[in-house]
């Protein structure tokens, strides 16, 4: 299963770093993503990086503020978040899927975290 944790409530302007942590399986074997799903929206697709050698991509609305990044001694995804703005609010879910290349679309993955609440609020 995957464990998201890392939400909370910070200030805009603020960083927060998400973890997505792996038991019963190799996450490193998997290509793992983040999503996001903010009240009243569908789940949109944030960032992921590759299995194997780790490329990433992230979506135009987070590039240049979140960086994905993964340990896989601990298997582990990290999303660093930076200059966090009050639209990044949502309830942010890791998966996996039992290929090396990412997608954006969440029926590609097949593993789910339960998910993790970021609020950005003054």
């Known amino acids: 299963q995957l464990q998201a944790s890392g939400g909370g409530l910070v200030q805009p302007g603020g960083s927060l770093r998400l973890s997505c942590a792996a038991s019963g399986f190799t996450l490193e074997r998997y290509a793992t993503g983040w999503f996001r799903q903010a009240p009243g929206k569908e789940r949109e697709w944030v960032s992921c990086?590759?299995?194997?050698?780790?490329?990433?991509y992230s979506a135009d609305s987070v590039k240049g503020r979140f960086t994905i990044s993964r340990d896989n001694a601990k298997s582990t995804v990290y999303l660093q978040m930076n200059s966090l703005k009050p639209e990044d609010t949502a309830v942010y879910y890791c998966?996996?899927?039992?290929?090396?290349?990412?997608?954006?679309?969440?029926?590609?993955?097949?593993?789910w975290g339960q998910g993790t609440l970021v609020t950005v609020s003054s």
């Open positions: 990086v590759n299995s194997g050698v780790p490329r990433t």
């Open positions: 998966a996996a899927r039992l290929t090396a290349g990412c997608a954006t679309q969440p029926g590609a993955y097949r593993k």
